[in-house]
């Protein structure tokens, strides 16, 4: 069947605000279940596709609540509260004013010097009564009680007599009694006042914060008791630490290495030892996130270590800071309750590798999947142009329509748009530089230049044709020789002809292809191959067994062959051989085909088309060339304008057919049954030869 009707372009289109996930309906669903649910997930699908910048622009607007993380210090350990909004800064300021209370001017006070006065004058009265009776005691044995930095002591004449030592150490024991009496009874007055400050303030603070009531008892005991025995504080171990306040509970992290994903407690170095505190206590990702969402790559994840924590948080719902070195004194810090949804996102083969982890499944059972295409409709056009403007690209309705049509080119298929929209935001940018906003011919210039840069190699290879480097005909009839079709992968993929063929003789090897025998075909090629040999065989079953050895090669092909979309040219190529009967030269051919004889589709069919029609544009169009292929493919032949035009104008041509019979009949320009008689004829003949009946002619 003759193509003609190849028009396929996108009409002028006015762009619209897009949603956010607009054209990834499946994806939108599945990411409204995880947040009905508030179950942890994982974004899949092709790099380009906008997958975390889409959830966060989703997310953006999405309100979450905001509550405070403040650990509190207690003793040798700190533990984590958390408070609803706004409270967690409230306890925070309650605490340091709390603090400035206990000052050194909290006991210059008049009434507390008064009364420590009056308790230190009356124990200094009893301690000089003491004194002075040891005195008098020892005058009368001749000796003085002197006092010194070494304490009391008795200095006179000879020997001390066992009576006067003796109440000498009873009078120390009497006097030190006495100096300890008066410190604690000074240690009481110190507390008792410190507590007519303190209390009040101290239980108001946990009238507020009934959650915090331990740490506030223990920091109000600390206080106290510091004040009774005139111990200097260090304030830093006594504050809380509000890790998480406010902010923006949608948090993305580029680099989630385990100190930014769970928060670590750094050190620092004081008089020649290592300590910490909880001001030196930085939040991690996960804190950070509190109530709301995190957002990771999960490649990034695997690669920095932080998977398995990652995994252990999720499980337990608990996040744990990184505690500095063994050496390092401070706090210890119990873990704070995980309450942030987690969403990573990966390319297809990242998550395929960790969903072979089961823990990964249950703590992940919410997959979120970006298909990498998208209908082909108006309205997902005019919202693709929605997306470039709000990424800051001016462009008119001819723009959109060329960036559509190069959305729809990347699929391959007319029906479909390419979902890869920052892959397209590229070059529209790229045309933007051209003109702006862009239109039509700025987008194609933008191709141009972007065919310029990655052509060198087609550029030689064209060259190679023209000096006939590269043998190739596109014009008359061969037998055993045709044209197939590949695709050279790179960043711009590109079709191109090869000369494919078979040389056919009595033997009973059957189907030998030279690139399978030498190790350059793939599996699928080699699948190709052996269905070819049951075409065949179904098809000449009558005669036996197949009585011929028919060679196959891919010729100046020096690399890997993979793909079963030369199956079709490679059974011309052999129905030619046997037959002796000529093919076309100015047709080329793809499909791939069954054991039955059906013609099915294959990739890149509209690259493949326009690589031949490059080369026949090189080597000279003569009005008779074209592209055989299947009529399933029809869909695909999204191709270029000058190839649509040039087939519009009878200069080139397509062919779609179903059965191998309809491609025999256009490549040999004779009816399919008079082609197979042909080659059951030359088949009996071979048998012939091998069973010796007869013998070839000189």
């Not at 209390?199 to 507020?208: F, S, W």
């Not at 790179?490 to 000369?499: K, S, T």
């Amino acid at each position: 069947m003759r193509v003609s009707a190849l028009a396929w372009f996108t009409p002028p289109t006015e762009p619209e605000p897009a949603p956010p996930f607009f054209g990834q309906e499946r994806a939108l669903k599945a990411l409204e279940a995880a947040f009905r649910q508030g179950g942890h997930g994982y974004l899949v699908g092709p790099s380009g596709l906008g997958k975390r910048k889409r959830l966060l622009v989703y997310l953006q607007d999405r309100p979450f609540p905001k509550e405070e993380l403040v650990y509190l210090p207690l003793g040798e350990e700190a533990f984590p509260l958390l408070l609803p909004e706004g409270q967690g800064r409230a306890l925070v300021e309650g605490v340091e004013a709390l603090l400035a209370e206990f000052t050194p001017a909290l006991f210059r006070e008049k009434g507390f010097l008064y009364a420590k006065s009056l308790v230190e004058a009356r124990y200094e009265k009893e301690a000089e009564a003491l004194l002075k009776a040891l005195a008098q005691e020892a005058e009368g044995y001749g000796f003085a009680l002197l006092e010194g930095e070494e304490g009391l002591r008795l200095s006179g004449k000879g020997p001390m007599p066992p009576e006067l030592s003796a109440k000498l150490e009873e009078t120390v024991l009497a006097y030190v009694d006495v100096r300890q009496r008066a410190e604690a009874e000074v240690a009481a007055l110190r507390r008792g006042f410190a507590e007519r400050f303190l209390l009040p303030k101290a239980q108001e603070l946990k009238r507020r914060f009934p959650q915090a009531g331990r740490y506030l008892d223990w920091i109000t005991e600390t206080l106290l008791r510091a004040a009774a025995l005139e111990e200097a504080l260090k304030l830093e171990k006594l504050l809380p630490r509000l890790l998480v306040e406010g902010g923006d509970r949608v948090v993305y992290e580029p680099n989630p290495s385990p100190e930014r994903l769970f928060g670590h407690l750094e050190y620092e170095m004081q008089e020649g030892l290592l300590s910490t505190h909880l001001g030196l206590l930085r939040p991690g990702a996960l804190h950070r996130a509190t109530g709301g969402v995190l957002v990771l790559e999960a490649h990034r994840v695997w690669e920095l270590g932080s998977y398995t924590l990652l995994k252990r948080a999720l499980a337990t719902g608990e996040v744990e800071p990184l505690s500095p070195r063994p050496e390092v004194k401070g706090p210890r810090l119990k873990p704070a309750p995980l309450k942030a949804q987690v969403f990573l996102v990966g390319p297809p083969e990242v998550i395929a590798f960790l969903e072979e982890d089961e823990e990964f499944l249950e703590l992940f059972p919410f997959r979120v999947e970006f298909s990498p295409e998208i209908p082909y409709t108006k309205e997902n056009v005019a919202y693709l142009g929605g997306f470039l403007q709000a990424e800051g690209v001016a462009l008119t309705p001819e723009g959109l329509s060329a960036l559509a049509d190069e959305a729809r080119r990347w699929t391959g298929h007319k029906e479909r748009l390419d979902a890869r929209l920052y892959r397209l935001l590229d070059l529209a940018r790229e045309a933007s530089a051209l003109k702006r906003p862009l239109d039509r011919e700025a987008v194609e210039k933008a191709l141009l230049a972007r065919e310029e840069r990655f052509g060198l190699e087609e550029e030689l290879y064209l060259k190679d044709l023209e000096e006939g480097v590269v043998a190739l005909e596109v014009q008359g009839m061969r037998v055993g020789e045709i044209n197939g079709l590949v695709v050279v992968e790179g960043p711009l993929p590109r079709g191109r002809p090869v000369r494919i063929t078979a040389q056919a003789g009595p033997g009973r090897e059957g189907i030998l292809s030279i690139d399978r025998e030498v190790g350059l075909g793939g599996q699928v090629f080699h699948k190709a191959v052996l269905t070819l040999a049951g075409y065949l065989r179904g098809s000449y079953a009558s005669l036996g067994a197949l009585s011929a050895t028919v060679s196959l090669v891919f010729e100046q092909s020096y690399g890997g062959i993979e793909g079963d979309s030369a199956g079709l040219a490679e059974l011309l190529a052999v129905l030619s051989a046997i037959s002796g009967l000529p093919l076309r030269q100015d047709l080329a051919v793809t499909g791939a085909i069954d054991q039955t004889g059906r013609v099915l589709a294959v990739g890149r069919v509209a690259e493949k088309v326009e690589g031949f029609f490059r080369v026949c544009q090189t080597l000279g169009l003569t009005g008779s060339q074209g592209v055989v292929l299947p009529k399933a493919n029809l869909p695909h032949l999204t191709l270029r304008k000058e190839v649509v035009e040039a087939v519009a104008k009878g200069r080139f041509h397509l062919y779609a057919v179903e059965e191998v019979d309809q491609a025999i009949e256009l490549l040999f320009g004779r009816k399919a049954y008079w082609v197979h008689d042909k080659v059951r004829e030359v088949l009996g003949e071979f048998r012939k030869m091998e069973n010796g009946e007869e013998n070839p002619s000189p």
